[in-house]
């Protein structure tokens, strides 16, 4: 099969939200204000007399007016955050009283639902720095979507037989991270994963999806403080950029990776939305959210699901530890606590790696042919048996000659079922050719003598010189060590030059002892499948996919044959020499074929100067690729400084003293041999400067990146030293070329570029 060709994903229109104007006469909307987080907001004002816009039903703003009610739209919207949370706080309080004492059989069962209501409280607590709701939708029409969610997760009551299927008080939804119901069952706010929410994300004025209004909200630290609104259905409105939303993308990064569940894109929202039942591949641009849209796939599949994935699991896996712990805290915040998070690295580590392979090694070991280099290895153990076998049982002898033994091995093998599988069903093959001449000679065995056969010790002892067991790691080891073992198995699959380029010049004495490459772990792990069948997840997640040799593909498919996929990378972010360079070439080695590929190509983080100069690479790295744009209204502060070589130094902490003036994180990214020079600079200078991972604050606000950790990392402001000694710093130009558009695209606001070496030609001429 050959993969979906490419749908490339249109660019959003900026203008997704109107910043709200008071009406010359009548309207319910207010002036908004796109406050920064640090800053004291301006308050937003509020009209006179909130009336219906021409062709709109008259309809509440926020809540059922009530007598003493604040005719501020903004006050009342402060009112029903203030109600919302006092109903979480109600939500949380009812799990916390539950007592299991007398519906449990026993202790296991009490064990099990403890868990789940410990699990229901963690995840309804009220996070004060969080928007409980960020948006707000008012429908022409009750959706007639039953709202109702599962029991289980302290989910409402159907607003059935309330006006519809909407809510007592009209068409109106308040959109948020998780649902909040009050004391009668009834929504305050709705999932942002649920059917109703949609419109939320995807509604336009070409298509408003039965919306009237559509309102986002904007917070300071987590107190509600404007909101501004889009009359989706009212001609006399033009489009025009939503302020409060452009503002949540470019508030400063500090901390760990954030949510954008508020700033969902509508081309975001058709992957994050996609069903589980096929896998997708997202290629995406610097920026364009990919990471982001990943993790909220999962989030949503867990919410639509929950049962399913609960049962079979699911998985992110990410390139290192220091953009796991970048990004783990985004799960937790949609509510969702139980996803497992690992690299490659970990799924395959059933051996100590403590050794490296050299570049042109490791991509020969990465190879998918190196997958029936095993198979061959595994099932070179298999030898057809020369002695009959005699199964002695009371005063009677029964006898199954070699070549009926045989019979049953070639058969097991040529059905090409797992090693150790075909090796725990040969028993009892054995077994019941003895069965069968007891019946020919009168006697009457069931399964029980049957089984009894298959234990019997010549039988073990006939399995076990036909069809001994395989130890994968031991396997490996010999595979890499003895030079005629490899040759007999790589016979016509690799050439003698790469089966030389594999071997171990000094071959290992054991398991322990080995100095086994992260490339090691990985056919490991290979052979243990070949061995026995690795357990499958529902649903598994995939960044930074284009890094993975097409034998680490293998690796992460194995965890998903019966599930799906999310794959998420960037073709001109591939930095190994072995990175893929189609998605369909990825997919296939992956176990998916065929599946859809997206591109993303509308950036939100990285400045639009910035994204134009590092777009320069793209001929000569991924010449295929669409060049990325960015919806930043700002062009961003971007300068390039050149220096005398042994000025290099002393000029990137001047640029690192003059980002730190700025509000933000700052990362400065360099070459990793110029790591300790600028690290001991910092500590002279009294600067002291965070590891990748590492969790910025008020107070350490400069990491020190090393190029090759830089990938999925964001910061504020960048400081790129010496751009040359990035690219000189890898094996081949294309790899470092690769690894530099990496390091420029990783600033939100800033990006200065230091360097005393020629900048490469392509970027020579700014």
């Not at 050959?2 to 959003?12: D, F, N, V």
């Not at 007891?438 to 039988?459: F, I, L, S, W």
């Not at 790469?498 to 010049?505: R, S």
């Not at 590929?597 to 990285?606: I, K, Y």
Request: some cysteine.
């Amino acid at each position: 099969m050959t993969c979906a060709a490419y749908r490339h994903r249109p660019a959003a229109p900026a203008h997704l939200g109107a910043p709200a104007e008071v009406p010359a006469t009548g309207g319910n909307a207010v002036p908004s204000h796109a406050h920064h987080p640090s800053t004291t907001p301006p308050h937003a004002e509020s009209p006179s007399s909130p009336g219906p816009r021409p062709g709109e039903p008259a309809a509440p703003a926020a809540a059922p007016a009530e007598a003493g009610a604040s005719p501020d739209p903004l006050q009342r919207e402060k009112s029903h955050l203030a109600a919302s949370r006092a109903a979480l706080r109600a939500m949380r309080e009812d799990a916390e009283a539950l007592n299991i004492a007398d519906v449990t059989a026993n202790w296991v069962n009490a064990e099990v639902l403890q868990g789940e209501i410990d699990a229901r409280i963690k995840a309804l607590a009220d996070l004060s720095h969080t928007p409980l709701f960020f948006g707000r939708l008012d429908y022409l029409h009750a959706p007639g979507i039953d709202l109702a969610e599962g029991a289980s997760r302290g989910a409402a009551q159907s607003a059935s037989g309330k006006g519809g299927g909407g809510r007592r008080e009209g068409e109106n939804f308040y959109i948020g991270r998780r649902h909040v119901h009050d004391a009668d069952g009834d929504p305050m706010v709705i999932d942002w994963r649920a059917p109703v929410s949609q419109p939320f994300y995807r509604a336009s004025k070409k298509d408003p999806m039965d919306l009237s209004l559509r309102r986002r909200f904007g917070y300071t630290a987590g107190e509600l403080t404007a909101y501004e609104d889009e009359h989706l259905t009212d001609p006399a409105e033009a489009e025009r950029t939503s302020r409060l939303l452009q503002s949540e993308i470019e508030r400063p990064r500090v901390g760990p990776m954030r949510d954008i569940v508020a700033t969902i894109q509508p081309e975001q929202d058709e992957i994050v939305r996609a069903g589980i039942g096929g896998s997708v591949c997202v290629q995406g641009a610097p920026g364009t959210g990919k990471t982001a849209v990943g993790l909220h796939r999962v989030a949503y599949l867990l919410y639509a699901h929950r049962e399913r994935l609960a049962r079979s699991g699911t998985l992110v896996i990410g390139p290192n530890r220091s953009f796991l712990h970048y990004i783990e805290q985004v799960l937790p915040a949609l509510g969702e606590l139980e996803v497992k998070q690992a690299t490659v690295d970990d799924l395959v580590g059933h051996v100590d790696v403590r050794g490296t392979d050299e570049a042109a090694a490791a991509t020969v070991k990465g190879d998918a042919r190196m997958a029936e280099v095993l198979r061959r290895a595994v099932r070179s153990h298999i030898t057809m048996p020369q002695e009959p076998c005699v199964v002695v049982r009371g005063s009677r002898r029964w006898r199954v000659p070699a070549y009926e033994i045989e019979e049953l091995v070639q058969e097991l093998a040529d059905r090409d079922i797992r090693y150790g599988a075909a090796r725990e069903a040969l028993p009892q093959r054995i077994a019941h050719a003895v069965l069968v001449r007891m019946e020919q000679a009168g006697e009457a065995p069931d399964d029980r003598v049957q089984d009894a056969v298959a234990r019997n010790p010549a039988v073990k002892a006939a399995v076990k010189a036909v069809w001994p067991p395989v130890d994968p790691a031991k396997l490996v080891l010999r595979l890499l060590g003895d030079a005629e073992f490899l040759a007999g198995q790589a016979e016509g699959i690799l050439t003698p030059e790469e089966q030389k380029t594999i071997l171990w010049t000094k071959p290992a004495r054991s398991v322990k002892s080995a100095k086994w490459s992260s490339a090691d772990a990985v056919l490991i792990d290979e052979a243990m499948d070949l061995v026995a069948r690795t357990s499958s997840l529902g649903h598994v997640v995939l960044d930074e996919a284009q890094d993975l040799s097409p034998m680490q593909y293998r690796a992460v498919g194995r965890r998903c044959t019966t599930g799906s996929a999310t794959v998420l990378g960037d073709i001109a972010q591939g930095t190994t020499p072995w990175a893929t360079d189609t998605w369909e070439e990825a997919l296939t080695h992956l176990g998916k074929p065929g599946s859809a590929v997206e591109e993303l190509t509308q950036g939100f983080r990285v400045p639009r100067e910035v994204i134009a100069y590092a777009s320069r690479l793209l001929p000569a790295i991924a010449p295929d690729l669409t060049e990325a744009t960015s919806i930043r209204e700002s062009a961003g502060d971007f300068e390039i400084r050149t220096v005398a070589p042994a000025d290099l130094t002393t000029a990137t902490l001047t640029a690192c003293d003059e980002a730190l003036t700025k509000e933000g994180s700052v990362g400065l990214i360099a070459a990793e041999a110029r790591i300790p020079a600028l690290r001991t600079a910092l500590e002279a200078a009294g600067v002291s400067c965070l590891a990748p991972g590492e969790e910025t604050s008020a107070e350490a606000r400069l990491t020190l990146v090393p190029a090759t950790l830089a990938k999925g990392l964001e910061y504020d402001y960048v400081v790129l030293d010496e751009p040359a000694a990035i690219v000189d710093g890898e094996p081949d130009e294309r790899t470092g070329l690769r690894r530099l558009y990496v390091c420029l695209t990783r600033p939100v606001s800033g990006l200065t570029v230091v360097h005393a070496a020629a900048l490469p030609e392509q970027l020579a001429d700014r």
